[in-house]
C-alpha cells in the first residue's frame, strides 16, 4: 500500500532496523530476506533522499534524519496496531497476547506470581516476558517495546501514564545468630557494618542509596549483588546485614533462619507503582491487565494488613527487633 508515494511496508522495515541496528537481525525480525531487506534499505535511502545508515563494524548507525524518523515511525506503527488491527471485541480466553514487563525479583516473588496465575485460569494463552529494569525502560515504553514497568514511582518518568500498586517499605535483615542485631540499631552502627547491598542504574549503585544521600560518610559495603534474592544466603551465618523489601524478606524467612530489624532514620515508605506507553492507555488488552494488576494489588495488601507480626521475646536489648524465624522443618 502506498501513501503519497511511500510504500508503507517500508515503515515497518525502517522501524526493524532502526531497533536492531543490523541488517541481519531486522530481516529476521520481520521475516525478509537479506537481498529484500536490502532492497528496503535502498528504497528509504531513495524516498527520504537520505543514506540513513552507516556501518560501523556489524553495527548500523543511523543518520540524524534516521534518528528524527524514528519515534514516529514507531508511534504510527503502534496506532495501527491497537487501532486498527486490534480486535473490536476482545476475549481474553483466545488472547494469543504476550505481554512484555520490566521488573525486579522482588516484585516477582511477592506480587507478579499471584497476577501470573491468575491469567493462567481466565487467559490460558495469554503469554509473558520479564525483564530486569533499565535505565532505558523509558525509551523502550515509547517505542512499544515493553508494556509494562514496575518500580517505585520515584524512580518513574512523568512521560507516561502509571498506577499505584502498593506500599512497601525497607527493614533491615540478618542472620537470626547475628548478636549485633540484638540491641537497637542505631544509623551510625548500620552505616558501619558489613553489608550486601544490589546494584542499580548506571553508575550501578546500591537501591538503597537514594535514601541515603548526604547523610554523611559511606556505608561498609562487602558485597554487592545483581538481585534482592541473592542477599538473605549470603547472610546466614554471618554478620553481615542487608536492606530489603519487607515481604521478599518475609519470604525467604520461611527458607533460611533470618531476622528482620527496623532501620534508622531516613528510610520512608515508598509506592510500587506500574507505568505502561501512553499509547497504550486505550488498548482492550492492556486495560485488561492493568485491571488484573491493581485488584491482585488490592488483594495482597489487604491480606498483609490481616497479617498479625509476632514480636518474640528473649535475650538483649529488642527495642527494634521485628521479627526472627527459624527455617521450616
Known amino acids: 500500500m502506498r501513501f503519497k508515494g511511500l510504500d508503507l511496508n517500508l515503515l515497518v522495515a525502517l522501524d526493524a532496523l532502526i531497533s536492531e541496528r543490523s541488517l541481519t537481525s531486522a530481516a529476521r525480525k520481520i521475516n ?11 528504497r528509504l535511502r531513495s524516498y527520504f533522499g537520505d543514506e540513513l545508515f552507516g556501518m560501523r563494524g556489524r553495527e548500523l548507525v543511523l543518520t540524524s534524519r534516521a534518528e528524527a524518523l524514528a519515534a514516529p515511525v514507531r508511534q504510527a506503527l503502534v496506532h495501527i496496531e491497537l487501532s486498527i488491527v486490534a480486535r473490536d471485541m476482545f476475549d481474553p480466553a483466545r488472547s494469543s497476547r504476550r505481554f512484555r514487563i520490566a521488573l525486579s525479583d522482588f516484585i516477582t516473588i511477592v506480587f507478579l506470581k499471584n497476577v ?59 542472620c537470626c545468630m547475628n548478636r549485633e542485631l540484638q540491641r537497637r540499631l542505631t544509623f551510625d552502627r548500620y552505616m558501619s557494618m558489613s553489608h550486601v547491598a544490589v546494584k542499580h542504574g548506571v553508575p550501578q549503585t546500591p537501591f538503597e542509596q537514594s535514601f541515603l544521600i548526604d547523610l554523611g560518610p559511606a556505608r561498609r559495603i562487602d558485597i554487592l549483588v545483581q538481585s534482592f534474592s541473592m542477599i538473605p544466603p549470603l547472610l546466614v551465618g554471618t554478620n553481615r546485614i542487608g536492606t530489603m523489601p519487607l515481604g521478599l524478606v518475609r519470604h525467604f524467612q520461611k527458607m533460611m533462619p533470618l531476622q528482620i530489624v527496623e532501620l534508622p532514620d531516613p528510610f520512608p515508605v515508598f509506592t510500587e507503582a506500574v507505568q505502561w506507553p501512553a499509547l ?50
Not at 32 to 42: D, E, F, G, I, R
Open 32 to 42: 525478509l530476506s537479506q537481498p529484500a531487506m536490502s532492497a528496503a534499505v535502498a
Open 116 to 174: 501470573v496465575e491468575r491469567v493462567t485460569r481466565e487467559a490460558p494463552t495469554v503469554s509473558f516476558e520479564l525483564a530486569a529494569p533499565t535505565d532505558g525502560h523509558e525509551e523502550l515504553l515509547r517505542r512499544g517495546e515493553l508494556d509494562f514497568v514496575i518500580l517505585p514511582d520515584f524512580l518513574m518518568s512523568s512521560a507516561h501514564p502509571r498506577a499505584a500498586l502498593f506500599e512497601e517499605r525497607l527493614v533491615c535483615v540478618g
Open 280 to 329: 497504550h492507555n486505550n488498548d482492550p488488552e492492556s486495560l485488561w491487565i492493568r485491571e488484573i494488576l491493581l485488584q491482585e494489588a488490592t488483594r495482597m495488601a489487604t491480606a498483609q494488613e490481616h497479617t498479625v507480626t509476632s514480636t518474640p521475646g528473649g535475650s538483649g536489648s529488642a527495642g527494634n527487633f521485628v521479627q526472627s524465624v527459624s527455617p521450616l522443618p
